[in-house]
Structures are given as C-alpha cells and as structure tokens.
C-alpha cells in the first residue's frame, strides 16, 4: 500500500490536535510545529502546567497522597503532577469543542508521514476503540482486532505506559475526566485503564509516532533525585510497607486482564483470538 503524506479533508475536519508543550520548551515546539506542518494537519498548541513554576500547594487538593504511595511506593514529583493536569487541561478543551475526535500529542513526539495513514486507518475503524495509543512501552501480550495490510489494532493485556500520542473520542474524554481527581497515579498509567473506564482501549500497530530522543521533563527531575545524596534519594518514599506493593499491582492486573478478555467485546468486528 502507497504512503499517503496528504491528510484526508475529513481528516482534518473530524479531528482537534493538540501539543502539550511548556512555555520554556521552545526548541520542543518548534520541532514537533516543523513535522505537522509538513504533514498538512491543522493544530493548535496547549500551554502546559509547568510543575516546578506551580509548586506542591497548586495541587494538593488534586492527588490522594495516601493512595499514590501504595500504587508506587513514592510520593508524585512536580514534573508528573503537571503532566497530569496539562493532559487533562487538554481534555477539557476538546469537550468544549465540536469535533467527534482529538489526537493529543506530547511536545517530544516525532510524526513522519505514516501518521497520516495510521489517522485514516483510525477512522475508518473508529467504532472499535475509544481510545486509541499511537505509541506506548510495555502493553504486553496483544490481541489483533483488525486489520489492514501491514496495520493493526490490538487490545493488550499488559499496563502500558507512555501518552506521546493517543487519540480519544468524546465519550472516553468525559469518562476520563469523571475519574481524573483526585489523581493516584501517573497519567499515563490512569487514561487507558479499559477496566476502570469500561472503554475500548488499543494500541494501532506498527506505532506511527515515536519520542524524540531527548529526556522527558519527568525523567530530568527523576534523575536529579537519584543524583542526590542519600536521604534525597530516600525523601520521597513513604513509610509504608513495600512487601504490598506488587500485591497491589498485582490485583490490578488480574482485573485489567479479565476485563479485556472477558467484557471488552472483542469479538464484535475483530479478529479471532488465538
């Protein structure tokens, strides 16, 4: 099948792409601004909540410190509480909008030409994912419910990670907004709980976008932490027991699994198991 690089006109009409990007992340903007602009898309940018500028006093009646810490035996940083709230910032400006569907993206994506048919391809599948990962890491064992030539979807039964580029029609934005507060784990571990949601959540194979090759915001204050001297690296973790946490995990896992087997309607236009 020949690559298309030209977006259809429905494309470009059904869709509001948005890049999170941080004011001082100039250099960011200006790259991701260079790919789109050459794949024809229209955009629009979304000033992300800058953590380290905001402080732990703007958030705190928006994450449940007590929960955070049994998912993930350390407390939230700056970085990932802005993350969260810029993402879902980003949910609200297109629930306030007219378009069917949004692609958010993050400042460090990379988007080639094969976005454009990957876009086309969710379209014209569109009754079978509510929200829709154009990257992710460790998603797991996957199960192909449809296909078109060298493209997939597939359900996964694993907890992915990554929110570079996703898409979302309306009734996943508003689900995700009705559970977004107050946040007990990093977003891109909460927007694609299928189990929790009771979405159709899938990934689109192979990925049509990639992070660019530079350290995230989170991963940069991570760092630093690690960097730090003992008790730096050690402040953030509670008191609690670590023994519980993969037990925690663990039970969240089994439930995600059961969902997507059992509940996720796979079989209604997909592929069979195997």
Not at 54 to 80: A, V
Not at 232 to 241: A, I
Request: glycine share 4%.
């Amino acid at each position: 099948m020949a690559m298309s690089t030209e977006p259809d006109k429905e494309v470009n009409e059904s869709l509001f792409i948005q890049v999170i990007n941080l004011d001082r992340s100039k250099d960011r903007w200006t790259a991701i601004s260079k790919d789109l602009r050459a794949l024809n898309l229209n955009f629009t940018r979304l000033s992300a909540c800058d953590g380290k500028t905001l402080g732990f006093k703007s958030f705190q009646h928006h994450y449940d410190l007590k929960k955070w810490s049994r998912f993930h035996h350390r407390n939230p940083i700056l970085s990932e509480l802005g993350c969260y709230a810029s993402h879902i910032k980003a949910i609200e400006e297109f629930l306030a909008q007219d378009k069917p569907y949004t692609l958010i993206l993050e400042d460090d994506a990379v988007c080639g030409g094969e976005l454009i048919g990957a876009l086309s391809f969710a379209s014209g599948h569109a009754d079978q994912w509510d929200v829709l990962m154009l990257h992710a890491s460790h998603p797991g064992y996957q199960i192909k419910v449809a296909r078109e030539e060298e493209r997939h979807l597939c359900a996964f039964l694993g907890r992915a990670s990554r929110a570079t580029a996703y898409l979302l029609n309306k009734d996943a934005a508003q689900r995700i907004l009705d559970i977004a507060y107050p946040a007990y784990r990093p977003y891109d571990w909460m927007y694609n709980q299928s189990h929790k949601l009771k979405l159709k959540v899938r990934l689109l194979k192979p990925y049509p976008v990639s992070p660019r090759e530079v350290k995230s915001v989170i991963e940069a204050e991570r760092d630093h932490t690690e960097r730090s001297h003992f008790l730096g690296r050690h402040s953030d973790k509670p008191l609690l027991p670590r023994w519980r946490l993969p037990f925690t995990r663990m039970s969240d896992n089994i439930r995600r699994v059961f969902y997507v087997l059992l509940r996720d309607e796979l079989g209604k236009g997909g592929l069979p198991r195997k």
